[in-house]
Nanobody
Framework: QEQLVESGGGVVQAGGSLRLSCAAS????????MGWFRQAPGKEREGISY????????YYADSVKGRFTISSDSAKNTVYLQMNSLKPEDTAVYYC?????????????????????WGQGTQVTVSS
């Protein structure tokens, strides 16, 4: 049973940083592409970052490009999202997701339907 558990959320002032972690209990971590999504109240879930199963390809939404960095550690079965220069509009519940087959490397990697497994989410609140 694949399981994803996010951690690292919290309250931070605008301009600050946070690092989110997603621990994956999956059969073979290196065979999964991973993504980060977020959902603000009253809004649809938004894909913000992707990393390929091999870790050699990443993709970012324009809203976070240059501020957020995705990385993975296959030895720890963990994917990270380093978030810098946070803004109040970054406030949301952040989710990690895993794609097992047919994973895209382009803008389609940020679509909800591209992923098979989801974590429960972690709250990030950025105060102004």
């Amino acid at each position: 049973q694949e399981q994803l558990v996010e951690s690292g959320g919290g309250v931070v002032q605008a301009g600050g940083s946070l690092r989110l972690s997603c621990a994956a209990s999956v059969r073979t971590f290196s065979s999964y592409a991973m993504g980060w999504f977020r959902q603000a109240p009253g809004k649809e879930r938004e894909g913000i970052s992707y990393i390929s199963s091999s870790g050699d390809s990443t993709y970012y939404a324009d809203s976070v490009k240059g501020r957020f960095t995705i990385s993975s550690d296959s030895a720890k079965n963990t994917v990270y999202l380093q978030m810098n220069s946070l803004k109040p509009e970054d406030t949301a519940v952040y989710y990690c997701a895993a794609c097992s087959t047919g994973c895209y490397r382009d803008h389609r990697s940020l679509l909800v339907r591209s992923y098979d497994y989801w974590g429960q989410g972690t709250q990030v609140t950025v105060s102004s």
